[in-house]
Protein backbone atom coordinates (compact mmCIF):
# COMPACT_ATOMS: atom_id res chain seq x y z
CA UNK A 1 0.00 0.00 0.00
CA UNK A 2 1.30 3.31 -0.99
CA UNK A 3 1.64 5.76 1.86
CA UNK A 4 0.18 9.40 0.52
CA UNK A 5 0.83 11.07 4.01
CA UNK A 6 3.24 13.87 4.34
CA UNK A 7 5.41 11.94 7.16
CA UNK A 8 8.10 15.13 7.68
CA UNK A 9 6.95 17.78 10.72
CA UNK A 10 3.93 19.61 10.10
CA UNK A 11 3.86 23.07 9.61
CA UNK A 12 1.62 24.65 12.35
CA UNK A 13 1.23 27.94 10.62
CA UNK A 14 0.04 26.67 7.52
CA UNK A 15 -2.11 24.37 9.50
CA UNK A 16 -3.92 26.72 11.28
CA UNK A 17 -4.34 28.67 8.26
CA UNK A 18 -6.28 25.71 6.75
CA UNK A 19 -8.09 25.15 10.29
CA UNK A 20 -9.09 28.79 9.56
CA UNK A 21 -10.25 27.91 6.00
CA UNK A 22 -12.10 24.65 7.79
CA UNK A 23 -13.76 27.17 10.69
CA UNK A 24 -15.40 29.19 8.30
CA UNK A 25 -16.60 27.14 5.95
CA UNK A 26 -20.35 26.87 5.28
CA UNK A 27 -21.04 23.51 7.41
CA UNK A 28 -18.77 23.97 10.21
CA UNK A 29 -21.04 27.42 10.79
CA UNK A 30 -24.04 25.96 10.42
CA UNK A 31 -22.96 23.74 13.11
CA UNK A 32 -21.07 25.61 15.05
CA UNK A 33 -17.85 23.51 15.39
CA UNK A 34 -14.91 24.82 16.15
CA UNK A 35 -11.31 23.13 15.38
CA UNK A 36 -8.34 23.77 17.32
CA UNK A 37 -5.09 22.40 17.89
CA UNK A 38 -4.24 20.60 21.19
CA UNK A 39 -0.85 18.44 21.41
CA UNK A 40 -0.61 18.67 17.74
CA UNK A 41 -4.01 16.78 17.58
CA UNK A 42 -7.05 18.64 15.47
CA UNK A 43 -9.36 19.09 18.20
CA UNK A 44 -13.13 20.01 17.44
CA UNK A 45 -15.78 21.80 19.94
CA UNK A 46 -19.35 21.75 19.86
CA UNK A 47 -21.38 23.62 22.51
CA UNK A 48 -24.49 21.40 22.40
CA UNK A 49 -27.51 24.16 21.15
CA UNK A 50 -31.19 22.95 22.49
CA UNK A 51 -32.44 24.63 19.14
CA UNK A 52 -30.65 22.75 16.69
CA UNK A 53 -28.51 19.99 18.06
CA UNK A 54 -30.97 17.89 20.44
CA UNK A 55 -33.59 15.06 18.90
CA UNK A 56 -36.96 14.76 20.01
CA UNK A 57 -36.04 13.04 23.51
CA UNK A 58 -33.93 15.57 24.10
CA UNK A 59 -30.61 14.23 23.52
CA UNK A 60 -28.07 15.26 20.95
CA UNK A 61 -28.75 13.77 17.40
CA UNK A 62 -26.24 11.13 16.44
CA UNK A 63 -25.40 12.72 13.45
CA UNK A 64 -24.53 15.75 15.01
CA UNK A 65 -21.83 13.69 17.22
CA UNK A 66 -20.85 11.88 14.25
CA UNK A 67 -20.46 15.15 12.00
CA UNK A 68 -17.58 15.92 15.08
CA UNK A 69 -15.84 13.02 14.48
CA UNK A 70 -15.84 12.62 11.04
CA UNK A 71 -14.36 16.27 11.01
CA UNK A 72 -11.86 15.64 13.62
CA UNK A 73 -10.83 12.53 11.75
CA UNK A 74 -10.32 14.03 8.14
CA UNK A 75 -8.70 17.10 9.40
CA UNK A 76 -6.38 15.59 11.41
CA UNK A 77 -5.65 13.38 8.14
CA UNK A 78 -5.64 16.16 6.01
CA UNK A 79 -3.04 18.24 8.38
CA UNK A 80 -0.55 16.11 6.59
CA UNK A 81 -1.45 16.75 3.22
CA UNK A 82 -2.18 20.50 2.87
CA UNK A 83 0.16 21.67 0.23
CA UNK A 84 0.79 18.70 -1.49
CA UNK A 85 -2.54 18.69 -4.21
CA UNK A 86 -4.26 16.06 -2.58
CA UNK A 87 -6.98 15.82 0.09
CA UNK A 88 -8.95 12.65 1.57
CA UNK A 89 -12.59 12.43 1.99
CA UNK A 90 -14.20 9.58 4.24
CA UNK A 91 -15.45 6.72 2.42
CA UNK A 92 -17.37 4.97 5.36
CA UNK A 93 -18.06 5.77 8.95
CA UNK A 94 -19.22 3.59 11.46
CA UNK A 95 -19.56 5.01 15.06
CA UNK A 96 -20.81 2.94 18.01
CA UNK A 97 -22.47 5.34 20.60
CA UNK A 98 -21.77 4.47 24.38
CA UNK A 99 -24.17 6.70 26.00
CA UNK A 100 -26.31 9.59 25.24
CA UNK A 101 -25.26 13.26 25.17
CA UNK A 102 -27.84 15.24 26.49
CA UNK A 103 -26.29 18.92 27.37
CA UNK A 104 -23.22 21.10 27.42
CA UNK A 105 -20.33 20.58 25.30
CA UNK A 106 -18.64 17.82 22.80
CA UNK A 107 -15.98 17.40 21.12
CA UNK A 108 -13.52 15.25 19.00
CA UNK A 109 -9.97 14.46 18.85
CA UNK A 110 -8.56 12.52 15.89
CA UNK A 111 -4.96 11.77 16.09
CA UNK A 112 -2.64 8.56 15.60
CA UNK A 113 -3.26 5.93 17.29
CA UNK A 114 -0.14 3.57 18.67
Not at 61 to 76: E, K, M, Q, R
Amino acid sequence: MVNYLNEGPVDLEVVQEFLSRASSSSWYKLIGMRPRIIDGDVVIELDLDEAKHLQALGVAHGGVIASVLDSAIALNVNKRLVGTGRVAVTTQLNVHYLRSVYRGGSWGRGGQST
